[in-house]
């Protein structure tokens, strides 16, 4: 059964400084998601990843996928208040007995 | 604004009852998604359909149940109601096979009293 990992689950950290979220999974996959909440809001798709090796970027978040390890990572660069939210990592998997499935979730909060 | 429209916005009922969720794609996309987020259970999947056929299954319990109709909108029918089933409920829709990004509507907000 596939099982993702995200961490840190909090993060609390200063504007300008550079982190990274990280997602692992114990199963192949056919795609990896990288969604943003803002509280009391819906989710917004940020990155699909769809195969290894695969980078994107949007601004200061750069996502990148590794399949052979099974990880995937959000940077964020030079981080800015607007950045606080939670993110969340989705992982859908190669295997159709499978399903899709989340992580718990990073809240980030960026102090100014 | 995703485009993905989703009502009632809330939702208040009590145990045992029967509700129905709605939700409209975007213009376009073939695939909708529903999505329940609890304090308890976070985000899990539910269940897909794609051009009216269910694609894939998730942790959907037997007691609801979704279709998608030909004009590709879709309802979530949740029926013996618990108090466990209070949660947001979310559908996405996408056109699979190219991007595969999911855009999800604002939400339904189910509380069972």
């Known amino acids: 059964e596939l099982k993702v990992e995200q961490n840190p689950l909090f993060l609390s950290m200063q504007e300008g400084k550079n982190y990274t979220i990280y997602c692992n999974y114990s199963t192949t996959s056919d795609r990896l998601y990288w969604y943003r909440q803002d509280p009391g809001k819906s989710l917004e798709s940020l990155f699909v990843?769809?195969?290894?090796?695969a980078v994107k970027q949007e601004g200061r978040l750069m996502a990148s996928l590794d399949t052979k390890a099974r990880l995937s990572t959000l940077h964020i660069t030079a981080a800015v208040h607007d950045l606080s939210a939670t993110y969340f990592c989705?992982?859908?998997?190669?295997?159709?007995?499978?399903?899709?499935?989340f992580g718990k979730g990073t809240r980030l909060h960026i102090l100014p | 604004d995703s485009g993905v429209t989703q009502t009632p916005k809330h939702l208040i009922t009590a145990t045992g009852q029967r509700v129905t969720l709605r939700c409209s794609p975007r213009?376009?996309?073939?695939?909708v998604y529903w999505y329940q987020q609890s304090l308890d259970q976070g985000l899990q999947f539910l269940i897909q359909y794609y051009n009216g056929e269910e694609r894939a299954k998730g942790n959907i319990l037997e007691r609801f149940s979704a279709q998608q109709f030909p004009d590709l909108h879709s309802e979530l029918n949740l029926s013996s109601l618990e108090l466990g089933d209070s949660a947001l409920y979310f559908c996405a829709s996408a056109y699979d096979g190219i991007t595969y990004e999911q855009y999800f509507g604002p939400g339904t907000r189910l509380t069972v009293t």
């Open positions: 989705a992982v859908d998997p190669s295997n159709r007995d499978d399903k899709i499935i």
């Open positions: 990843l769809l195969s290894n090796g």
């Open positions: 213009s376009g996309d073939l695939s």
